[in-house]
């Protein structure tokens, strides 16, 4: 079974209350922690990996990125583990060189966020956007659409993102990435969409179980697995600065 495949197989057939974790490593590094430690996949987090290379969210060259998710996928393909790759709205690459560039990295999925300067894109727009991802892709590939409804302001968060959300499965989106979307409203969009529905897990809540317990598909992390680490290097080097450590 190919990677794409393998990453599409992993998403489905689960039982309740068992959604895929997808530990999102940001360096070859990570990847290898991660993989040794038994993940099945991995999902590179755009937030990490702009960390790890001095750059603020979203602020990333293309190059970079794209640089980046290659050498996690080649830290990890010896072992046969897909990648799927955070890769914001797309930095503005056509769907045809989008695609292209993400199977020259490894990279079998992708997230691909519906906000722009801070504000929701028009639905429509975006739908059609993924639809000419999904066909430049091809059917392998898992394509997630992240709906940005519950960072935006909006007046009804749920029903927004119900829109959205069936739009973009209309459209050929495999997954749907509510980000910040809580607990009670995941329920929601999951037994409603027909498909994966991806909860984010970060500190302070909502945690894994509480998110296994909404019907999410799948759980991932952003960039807090990355700020994780670099937390502990910042105290690593406190400690190393007052001759505490070694």
């Given at each position: 079974?190919?990677?794409?495949?393998?990453?599409?197989?992993?998403?489905?057939?689960?039982?309740?209350g068992d959604p895929l974790v997808l530990p999102g490593p940001w360096d070859a590094a990570s990847a290898r922690a991660f993989t040794?430690?038994?993940?099945?996949?991995?999902?590179?987090?755009?937030?990490?990996?702009?960390?790890?290379?001095?750059y603020a969210d979203g602020q990333c060259p293309a190059d970079e990125m794209f640089a980046a998710i290659a050498r996690v996928t080649?830290?990890?393909?010896?072992?046969?583990?897909?990648?799927?790759?955070?890769?914001?709205?797309?930095?503005?690459?056509?769907?045809?060189?989008?695609?292209?560039?993400?199977?020259?990295?490894?990279?079998?999925?992708?997230?691909?966020?519906?906000?722009?300067?801070?504000?929701l894109v028009d639905a429509e727009a975006q739908a059609d956007f993924l639809a000419a991802v999904r066909e430049a892709l091809g059917?392998?590939?898992?394509?997630?659409?992240?709906?940005?409804?519950?960072?935006?302001?909006?007046?009804?968060?749920?029903?927004?993102?119900?829109?959205?959300?069936?739009?973009?499965?209309?459209?050929?989106?495999?997954?749907?990435?509510?980000?910040?979307?809580?607990?009670?409203?995941?329920?929601?969009?999951?037994?409603?969409?027909?498909?994966?529905?991806?909860?984010?897990?970060?500190?302070?809540?909502?945690?894994?179980?509480?998110?296994?317990?909404?019907?999410?598909?799948?759980?991932?992390?952003?960039?807090?697995?990355?700020?994780?680490?670099?937390?502990?290097?910042?105290?690593?080097?406190?400690?190393?600065?007052?001759?505490?450590?070694?």
């Amino acid at each position: 079974m190919d990677a794409a495949k393998r990453l599409r197989a992993l998403h489905h057939g689960r039982a309740p209350g068992d959604p895929l974790v997808l530990p999102g490593p940001w360096d070859a590094a990570s990847a290898r922690a991660f993989t040794d430690a038994g993940f099945p996949a991995l999902a590179t987090p755009s937030a990490g990996v702009s960390a790890s290379l001095g750059y603020a969210d979203g602020q990333c060259p293309a190059d970079e990125m794209f640089a980046a998710i290659a050498r996690v996928t080649r830290a990890v393909s010896a072992d046969d583990v897909p990648v799927t790759a955070d890769v914001e709205r797309g930095y503005g690459l056509a769907p045809a060189e989008l695609a292209e560039r993400l199977h020259a990295a490894g990279a079998v999925g992708c997230n691909l966020e519906d906000s722009s300067g801070g504000h929701l894109v028009d639905a429509e727009a975006q739908a059609d956007f993924l639809a000419a991802v999904r066909e430049a892709l091809g059917p392998g590939p898992f394509l997630n659409a992240r709906v940005d409804a519950h960072l935006r302001g909006v007046a009804d968060p749920l029903a927004e993102a119900l829109r959205r959300g069936r739009a973009y499965v209309a459209a050929g989106a495999d997954g749907v990435y509510p980000i910040g979307a809580p607990p009670a409203d995941l329920a929601v969009l999951a037994r409603e969409l027909g498909v994966p529905v991806n909860g984010l897990a970060r500190a302070g809540g909502p945690g894994l179980a509480e998110l296994a317990g909404a019907g999410v598909g799948r759980v991932t992390f952003g960039g807090g697995l990355a700020a994780r680490a670099a937390e502990g290097v910042r105290t690593m080097a406190a400690e190393l600065r007052a001759g505490r450590l070694l």
